[in-house]
């Protein structure tokens, strides 16, 4: 197995940060997470290939947003050769969608509007059915039909765009799926994601099917179609499944591209859909979400006369952070704020003024295109 593949996900150092694909949390040490995870940092090489590929940079790969990846450089050395490869990524259909889920999916679009290549996008309702004890099959097939919505909402092509539910898999994805299954063993799984015995069998199971779509392109294709996987770092560890059973499959390892953690509201922590207070879900009644940011946390001083004499601090505030990995795309606007929060000139609750609309108008768009998307949700299913 890969390096990092069978690394126990803690040790002294970071007894306070936990990330796996169920539950994050702590104080984030993303430096840490490619060490432990065995990835690689994005470095300039990748990003002046990319820069001349796509004839600029994205502001997520400027700012250090998506800063991590597995053989991103393989995909791009496609790209350079004209070699055909694919987009792969996917929701836990849980609850609804928030922006937290939003900010890789902003990123996955550039690269398929970029590239003009397909992207196949996997709804595993079975793996929230068989995680959350609460959630029936009726639920999660229900939060599948919303979250795919929100997928296409963020403008996918949508004739390039391929959507997978797993309750409703496919013939290639249950095959695809057996193939990687008979090759794992029950003591690789519980090294790399810490099953127990009280583990149910499905959860056991359900990494062959979460790998599966790594290699479907190139079955459907008969050809050799890799895959790039836009995502959090929290989803490295299917990956390393994947990467391990592929060469034995006969595929390519799949690539992955990976992003921080976007914020919640409260001090501290990533937007998660089981915090609804400081989590924004793109259903949300825009003057909801206007009144949360409104409540969020930033990095201002107790009083107005203190901020303007001692200035604030925009490296914990998540209104901050918020507009620097989403909504604030203009570097120059963003260094001019970070300037202006450090000497005092705004006060937190223009900045957060200026979020509030900015999240006001996404929504708007975002819930608009949402109900057009009805008429096309049910043909973007394979
Ligand atoms: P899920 O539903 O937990 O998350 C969906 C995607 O959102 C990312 N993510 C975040 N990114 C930035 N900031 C956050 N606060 C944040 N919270 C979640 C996740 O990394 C993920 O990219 N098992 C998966 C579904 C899946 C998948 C995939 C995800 C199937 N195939 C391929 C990514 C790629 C899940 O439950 O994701």
Redo the contacts with the bound molecule.
């Keep these: 197995m890969e390096d990092g593949a069978r690394k126990p996900k803690q040790d002294a150092a970071n007894l306070d940060m936990i990330v796996t ?1 169920w539950e994050v949390k702590g104080v984030i040490d993303y430096d840490r997470l490619i060490k432990d995870f065995g990835t690689q940092p994005i470095d300039e090489a990748i990003l002046s290939r990319m820069k001349n590929l796509a004839g600029g940079l994205h502001f997520m790969l400027r700012r250090g947003f998506f800063f991590s990846h597995r053989d991103f450089d393989l995909i791009l050395e496609r790209c350079e050769k004209g070699a055909p490869w694919a987009l ?5 259909p ?1 609850g609804q969608t928030t922006l ?2 939003v ?2 999916w902003i990123f996955t679009k550039y690269l398929q509007d970029v590239f003009n290549i397909d992207l196949y996008f ?1 709804l ?1 309702d079975d ?1 929230k059915f068989l995680y959350q004890r609460e959630l029936s099959l009726q639920d999660v097939e229900k939060l599948t039909y919303e979250n795919a919505l929100d997928v296409l909402a963020i403008g996918f092509d949508p004739k390039k765009t391929h959507l997978i539910s797993d309750i409703r898999m496919s013939r290639d994805m249950r095959e695809l799926s057996l193939e990687v299954a008979k090759r794992v063993t029950f003591s690789t799984v519980r090294a790399v994601f810490g099953f127990t015995n009280e583990t149910n069998i499905g959860m056991i199971y359900h990494p062959a099917v ?1 790998a599966a ?1 790594c290699f479907l392109p190139s079955r459907i294709a008969k050809m050799d179609v890799p895959t790039l ?1 836009p ?2 770092i ?2 490295d560890p299917y990956w390393r499944i994947a990467r391990d059973v592929a060469p034995r499959m006969g595929y390519h390892k799949p690539s992955g591209v990976y ?1 921080k ?2 914020p919640g509201l409260g001090e501290g922590g ?3 859909s089981s915090e609804p207070e400081t989590a924004i879900y793109t259903t949300d009644d825009p003057n909801v979400a206007r009144r949360k940011v409104m409540n969020a946390y930033t990095g201002g001083r107790p009083t107005i006369e203190e901020q303007r004499r001692l200035g604030a601090n925009p490296d914990v505030c998540t209104v901050f952070w918020s507009l620097y990995f989403l909504f604030e795309p203009d570097d120059e606007k963003i260094q001019d704020l970070r300037e202006s929060c450090k000497a005092g000139e705004i006060l937190c609750g223009e900045c957060k003024t200026n979020l509030a609309e900015k999240v006001v108008t996404f929504l708007e768009e975002h819930q608009k295109r949402r109900e057009q998307a009805k008429k096309i949700v049910e043909s973007t299913f394979i």
């Design positions: 694909p792969y990524t996917g929701r836990g849980s937290g889920h900010s890789p996997q595993t793996e979460q779509p996987i995502c959090a929290d989803q992003c953690f976007f990533k937007m998660s």
